[in-house]
Structures are given as structure tokens and as C-alpha cells.
């Protein structure tokens, strides 16, 4: 039994855009909606969505039974921070679902071989993120914006969602991390690695894969849609 949290609680700030970057035509349809479909397509059991609490209404109305997503079993409330909204989407899902899919809806060319990939390996390791290698050189720079060290590219990956985890396991790293008042998380494999100490398996993502969030990404990801 799997729960598939769908992160749309975006603004359009850095999309330069009045409307929220979850509901900008790509293609023919929101940017929602591609992963969306994808996830309704796929064995998970229920969605949950997490968006602004003033989009709720409309993303019921406008997204889930204008596109019939019958998977799409609550609409919630995100959070102040990225942490914040996922933690308001697994309070949100069925307790009954031992697996739990956290995915970023502006990264809509998830696909079923990593949802598959993703469960799979969850079942085994209890946690897993998919990834893929970086093709660039990496920098570490000092405050002045001077190079102070070249890691080994080979064992660097850009981290992608979904990111996957048994879900007793992300509520306990959860309550870790709020009775630490720590602030500077940017994703849950960070979470289970810093306050459980559970190493997070990666698995193959894919470069297409991408997270829209600047008008250039949208510029992308129509060039990609008109490929598939």
C-alpha cells in the first residue's frame, strides 16, 4: 500500500509569473497535471496533494475532477517551508499505506519505471531517492567566491524526487527533526540520513526529469513534450 504526496505549493515568484507554477500551460495542460496523471496511472493506492490554501478549492475544481484524478484522495494545506508541507501531506495520507512517495509536481516527467524502481527498493532499504550523475564539474567556493576545493565527480549526484521511504521510519525522523529546531533542510534524504543515521539508497532518475522553475524550464520542458 503506497501513498503518493504531490508537492504543489509553489508561487510563480521565480517564474516571473502572477499565476502559481503548478497551474502554467505546458503543452496542453497545467504543469500539474503530467505528474498527476502519471502517479493515477501508476500502483500507488492514493494521492495527496499539498498546495497554498487559497489554490485548495480551485485545484479540486480546475485539476482533480476537470482531469478525473480518482487516485487524488484529499487536497491539503502546505506549510510555511518545503519540510513543513510534507510533513501536513503524510499526516494527511492513509496510516494503513506503509510506503510513503514524496514527488515535486513541478518535475513532471516523473515516470512509472521509477515509481516501480522506487517502491521496490523502499521495500528492501526503507529508503531511496532517484538521481543522476552530474555531467559538470563541481566547485566548492569560500565566501569571497574563491575555489577551495574540486570533489571527485564520480561521486556526486544531482538528487531528484520522488524520494521514497517506509513511513514509520520518515514520521520518526520527522519528530527528530522538529525536537531539534533545525532549519536548514532542503529535502527528507536528509532528513533519515542526519536524525536516524539510515543511509538512503539512490537509484536511476533520469535528465529529463528536470524541476520547472524558472521560464527557461518551461521553455524545456515544451521541447520535451513534443519528443514524447
Do not use: W
Request: net charge positive.
Amino acid at each position: 500500500m503506497v501513498s503518493a504526496i504531490v508537492l504543489a505549493a509553489g508561487s510563480g515568484s521565480r517564474m516571473k509569473s502572477k499565476t502559481a507554477k503548478q497551474f502554467i500551460q505546458v503543452g496542453e495542460y497545467p504543469l500539474i497535471y503530467y505528474a498527476l496523471k502519471t502517479f493515477e496511472a501508476s500502483i500507488v493506492d492514493e494521492i495527496i496533494v499539498v498546495t497554498r490554501k487559497e489554490d485548495i478549492e480551485y485545484f479540486k475544481k480546475e485539476i482533480v475532477e476537470k482531469y478525473h484524478f480518482s487516485k487524488v484522495r484529499k487536497v491539503v494545506a502546505g506549510g510555511k517551508e518545503r519540510y513543513d508541507s510534507v510533513e501536513k501531506g503524510i499526516i494527511a495520507a492513509d496510516k494503513r499505506n506503509k510506503i510513503v512517495m514524496i514527488h515535486d509536481g513541478a518535475r513532471p516527467f516523473i515516470t512509472n519505471k521509477m515509481i516501480l524502481d522506487s517502491i521496490s527498493e523502499t521495500r528492501r532499504c526503507k529508503a531511496c531517492t532517484v538521481a543522476v550523475p552530474v555531467k559538470d564539474t563541481i566547485k566548492v567556493v569560500d565566501k569571497d567566491g574563491f575555489g577551495i576545493s574540486t570533489p571527485d565527480r564520480s561521486t556526486l549526484y544531482q538528487i531528484q524526487t520522488p524520494q521514497t521511504f517506509d513511513r514509520g521510519i520518515l514520521l520518526e525522523a520527522y519528530e527528530r527533526l522538529r525536537a531539534s529546531g533545525d532549519k536548514d533542510i532542503t529535502d527528507d534524504t536528509m532528513i533519515v540520513e542526519r536524525y536516524l543515521d539510515h543511509k538512503v539508497k539512490t537509484i536511476e532518475g533520469s535528465y529529463e526529469n528536470i524541476k520547472v522553475t524558472t521560464p527557461e524550464d518551461i521553455l524545456i520542458a515544451s521541447a520535451l513534450l513534443k519528443n514524447r
